[in-house]
């Protein structure tokens, strides 16, 4: 494409949903600025942290098994093209103790769209894994596909990306666009400078709804979520990556964790949705009561690390829609401006086939996304 002929997107928001955006922007021609306050992945963003997980299992929301499927394939190729490992295919195990709605739900799907499994009894999980507690599992779903992405890394690779590809950075915030007579001709920066464009696209993660108080709102919520690292034996492989997957608990919560990686500590979190936070000004200190349940929750799975130190702690934020999907549709006063967000907790690993799938809506001028549940309408109803 003729410079004169590329359109110029500004992408506010460098984490996993507007780098990739601004990536295959980028990569479809246009001239792309991207704009982020603190930078991709940054210690306050939702893709910030080391590392999330990969996985195609998504009980009966068939949306998001293939998305992650895409995304996986996507994963690949960049990692392919950058020479850079991001992907850890060690394989997610989901145990499935009394309620198996999920995982029932989820075994059609799967099969269906090629994802490879296998399905395991709970005494194969105990041979298999000595280290967990199968006492009371009854099967489980294993995918060998599945694993976990480097995060923060990622979202900086991403960046490094977009800007030899000919992208454009800036480290600014953005202050809450007004458009006017159905466009949005500009937004303006906390420098006071403002940044004139064809088309917008807002993947501003929990900050959306301060952005756009009247069309997001409480729409988009941020969930307090904490996260610990637990420290193994020393010595003591078993609950590292050469010894076991990532792992999914719906029991009475819904916990999950990545096995020790990178000679880090062994990762535990409760996906439980935590009080709405304001993702700006809150103290990331973790709280007594998240790491007592997660205490309870090792020491029960994994009897050997009861009362194992913990090593480091993070506190995070889901951006939460009210149903758990994505938000991808144009702003309802600005056809020229898109608002994707609403990651809800498992937005990541969807990263490169959102920014793939943003890019292509974007460009070709398309009134809506194809997925009625991407739409803001859906609040409507
Ligand atoms: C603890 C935790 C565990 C998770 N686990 C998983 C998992 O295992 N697997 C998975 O797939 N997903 C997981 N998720 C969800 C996933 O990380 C998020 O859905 C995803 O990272 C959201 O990306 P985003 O780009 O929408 O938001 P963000 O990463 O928050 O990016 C938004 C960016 O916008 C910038 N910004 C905001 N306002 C402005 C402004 N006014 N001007 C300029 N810039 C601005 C911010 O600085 C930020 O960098 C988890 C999330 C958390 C918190």
Known sequence: MQRAQQPHIVVVGAGAFGGWTALY?????ARVTLVD?????????????ETRVIRATYGDRLVYTRMAARALALWK?????????????????????S??????????ILRS???RIEELSGSDVSRRYPQINCDRVRWAIFEPDGGYLTARRACATVLEGFLAEGGEYRQLAVQPPAPSGGQLSNVLLTDGSRLTADRFVFACGPWLGSLFPDVIGDRVRATRQEVFFFGTPPGDQRFTESAMPVWADHGTAFMYGIPGNEWRGFKVADDTRGPVIDPTTES??????ALKAARDYIAYRFPDLKGAPVLEARVCQYEESPDEHFIIDRHPAAENAWIVGGGSGHGFKHGPAVGELVARLVLSGAAAPPDAQFRLSRFAR
């Open 99 to 108: 309620d198996e709605q999920y995982e029932k739900a989820a075994l059609p």
């Open 284 to 289: 990331r200190v973790p709280s007594p009561e």
């Open 77 to 97: 190729e960049n990692e392919k093209r950058w020479q850079r490992q991001l992907y850890h295919g060690i394989g997610v195990l989901w145990l499935v103790e």
């Open 37 to 49: 306050a603190w930078g991709p992945g940054n210690s306050r963003a939702s893709s910030g942290g």
């Open 25 to 29: 922007l980028r990569r479809q021609g």
């Open 113 to 115: 769209e090629n994802v």
